[in-house]
T-cell receptor, first 113, second 114 residues
Framework: DVKVTQSSRYLVKRTGEKVFLECVQD?????MFWYRQDPGLGLRLIYF???????EKGDIPEGYSVSREKKERFSLILESASTNQTSMYLC????????????FGDGTRLSIL | AQSVTQPDIHITVSEGASLELRCNYS??????LFWYVQSPGQGLQLLLK??????LVQGIKGFEAEFKRSQSSFNLRKPSVHWSDAAEYFC????????????FGTGTLLAVQP
């Protein structure tokens, strides 16, 4: 089974802090994704990466950056955390090619105080 | 532009009753369609997917979905709901291309009454 592991289930940070959310997958997938999930809004794509050191903006990239130095690891960075970034963050991965579903981690619930 | 609409935000059914969750999509060609389930405090788990061929697809946990091109719909069904099916359900359409981006609906929260 594909395993996507997010480093923290719950995280509490303060406004203005630089926050790192880590995601690791064990199936050698080329594609990795970061979403945020908010009630009534579903999942919104923040960034995705289709190869090491390659990244593309999703629908809501403002206030975020990402890093992919190794194929199995994809990090989401909140450069200066703000209260409106309090949310559930989900990481996913998928292999390259048509018809490939995404596999999700259990999520990180982030609170910015 | 691609989009997915799940018109029901919240649905309550009795245990043992049948279930249908609605999903409508907007896409210019034959879509890739997915249903995911999210149990409380968990990530999303794939229930089933449709790419081509038979319009009735079977998934895990006794779920099925039917693709209807004329109605731009991909509704999820289960003949008899169990209490453990209480969760949030997301429909998604796949964007063409090697990156496999997905466009998600806003979800339907299912409650199951004993």
């Amino acid at each position: 089974d594909v395993k996507v592991t997010q480093s923290s289930r719950y995280l509490v940070k303060r406004t203005g802090e630089k926050v790192f959310l880590e995601c690791v997958q064990d199936m050698d997938h080329e594609n990795m994704f970061w979403y945020r999930q908010d009630p009534g809004l579903g999942l919104r794509l923040i960034y995705f990466s289709y190869d090491v050191k390659m990244k593309e903006k999703g629908d809501i990239p403002e206030g975020y950056s990402v890093s992919r130095e190794k194929k199995e690891r994809f990090s989401l960075i909140l450069e200066s955390a703000s209260t409106n970034q309090t949310s559930m963050y989900l990481c996913a991965s998928s292999p390259t090619g048509f018809n490939q579903p995404q596999h999700f981690g259990d999520g990180t619930r982030l609170s910015i105080l | 532009a691609q989009s997915v609409t799940q018109p029901d935000i919240h649905i309550t059914v009795s245990e043992g009753a049948s279930l249908e969750l609605r999903c409508n999509y907007s896409y210019g060609a034959t879509p890739y369609l997915f249903w995911y389930v999210q149990s409380p405090g968990q990530g999303l788990q794939l229930l089933l997917k449709y790419f081509s061929g038979d319009t009735l697809v079977q998934g895990i946990k006794g779920f099925e979905a039917e693709f209807k091109r004329s109605q731009s719909s991909f509704n999820l069904r289960k003949p008899s709901v169990h209490w453990s099916d209480a969760a949030e359900y997301f429909c998604a359409v796949g964007a063409r291309g090697a990156t496999n981006k997905l466009i998600f609906g806003t979800g339907t929260l299912l409650a199951v009454q004993p």
